[in-house]
């Protein structure tokens, strides 16, 4: 991670509603030879079982999701606002259709256990998952989430995962 220091998830001083919701993110799982991203404005920042956590949602359609299934780790990479033509690109095409990494112009980095993340990211949170399941449409308290947002019936799934490292620009 040349050129990122490594900071304590404490010291992370960004309104997370902002950082998620307003800036997006790059969710990344795999290894090097073979790893997938997407984006996403959907999850949380917080603090968990003595740990510092992600939760992160994922519809089971997206091809990102075998990744995050099959690996233990996955990052969370944000960015500054001259890549959001870089987000767009890697939330509406799919890597089952193309190379979307190098389509959106981002160049491929890997921290010491081999998760990727991008050069271009300011800010990268490495994770370790904790915690999955979908979410259930009898569970939901205002049934109108439903309605509004699974017609597909494409519950998410959401991951809990520790923040393992922390590395900003
Ligand atoms: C701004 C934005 C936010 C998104 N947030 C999420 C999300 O939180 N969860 C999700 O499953 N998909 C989300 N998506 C959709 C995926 O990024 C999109 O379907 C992507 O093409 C999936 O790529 P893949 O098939 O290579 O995994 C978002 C898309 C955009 C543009």
Do not use: A, D, S
């Given at each position: 991670m040349e050129n990122f220091k490594s900071i304590n998830?404490?010291?992370?001083?960004?309104n997370a509603v902002k950082m998620i919701g307003d800036r997006w993110m790059l969710i990344t799982a795999g290894k090097s030879d073979s790893f997938n991203t997407m984006t996403a404005s959907w999850g949380t920042i917080g603090f968990l079982w003595g740990k510092p956590v992600v939760y992160i949602f994922i519809r089971p359609q997206r091809h990102t999701f075998g990744f995050v299934e099959k690996e233990n780790e996955f990052t969370l990479s944000f960015f500054s606002e001259e890549y959001r033509k870089a987000l767009n690109i890697c939330g509406s095409t799919s890597g089952r259709d193309c190379n979307k990494v190098e389509k959106a112009g981002l160049s491929p980095i890997f921290t010491e256990k081999g998760n990727v993340s991008f050069k271009e990211a300011n800010m990268v949170l490495e994770c370790r998952k904790l915690y999955s399941d979908y979410l259930k449409p009898e569970l939901f308290v205002d049934s109108s989430i439903v309605a509004q947002f699974y017609k597909a019936n494409d519950f998410h799934k959401v991951y809990v995962a520790e923040i393992t490292g922390v590395y900003q620009k």
């Open positions: 998830p404490k010291e992370i001083n960004e």
